[in-house]
């Protein structure tokens, strides 16, 4: 299985903050990773797939880059509706896997 | 405007069995793969399994976790995905959500329904 491992598992931040998570893969999956914002009680919203392509609706402000087995989701400028917690997940093979979280919290 | 709501979660004894049912509305069902992913109490996701469409004949992936235990499965004449669990045990305890794949990416996830398998 590909292991999927996210750093800092938390961070606080202030609005107005560039704020970056990174994304480790266990093993080379291209592009094939999305991120995905989760708040308490909610579902998971996509935000990126294919490692930097941005879902419909979602903010510019939210970007993705990275290739391999390394990624980065960056919020340009964090706002009170962004503290959340971020996960990372790969499909690029069986079983698909997700990162532990960043749990992003107001400084 | 794209939904998914799924149903049939509740409380079960270990052991036992519960039908999940997700129902999709607002894009082409029959084109998608479509996808359960769960996620316990205070923890992560987790992937449940995968139900591909009738262009790639229905076929299905599991985690190992569940695999032999959960059956996937699809009616595309009424816009539904479903999951069979089997031989519940208490860490199957969670929220389930279903999950249109787009690209072979979770697009649009639904709001999940509540799984809790306790004697």
Redesign the interface.
Known sequence: DIQMTQSPSSLSASVGDRVTITCRASQDIRSNLTWFQQKPGKAPKSLIYAASSLQSGVPSKFSGSGSGTDFTLTISSLQPEDFATYYCQQYRSYPLTFGGGTKVEIK | EVQLVESGGGLVQPGGSLRLSCAASGFSFSDHYM?WVRQAPGK????VG?SRNKANSYTT?Y??SVKGRFTISRDDSKNSLFLQMNSLKTEDTAVY?CTKV???????????TMVTVSS
């Open positions: 996808d992560g996701l987790e992937w995968r992936e985690a190992a959500f787009t690209a072979y990416a979770f697009e649009i996830w639904g709001q999940g």
